[in-house]
């Protein structure tokens, strides 16, 4: 069977082409047919107050294109330009090919995979701020 399963627990909101759908009661599983759907479960989603760190940023600049809030091509260029600076930090080669991965999602129009693969950097994100935040407390 092609297309996208579509798994949702009871009273879950998924974001399918712009429009909000709630889920019943119990539990469902969907089957999107229809290529490039652009859907986002709301659970997964970042809130405009939660965007504190840069490669937050880029998810939600993301996140945007895939809720249809900004046109494809202006989020194309803040997506590379936010991924240009990740690249700058971000070095290990498996940070490098998720970045690579993900511009390359983005140029083909599919921002859904380009927010899942820089969502993969945002617990290393999260271990080197709080490596920085744990050298700045040790006395010289």
Known sequence: ??????KLGPNE????????????Q????????????N???LRDAIHPDQVDTPTKR????AQLAVAGEVRQHEALSEFRRGV???QQVFTSASSVDL????????AEGNFYK??????KLLPYEEMLFQQRTAAAAVPA
């Open 1 to 6: 069977m092609t297309g996208l399963r579509l």
């Open 13 to 24: 909101q998924v974001l399918i082409n712009g429009a909000v759908v709630q889920n019943g």
């Open 26 to 37: 119990t539990k469902i599983e969907l089957r999107i047919k229809t290529p490039n759907t």
């Open 39 to 41: 859907i986002l479960r």
């Open 58 to 61: 880029v998810c939600y600049i």
């Open 84 to 86: 240009g600076a990740l």
């Open 99 to 106: 970045m690579s991965e993900a511009l390359d999602f983005a």
């Open 114 to 119: 380009a927010l899942q693969n820089i969502r």
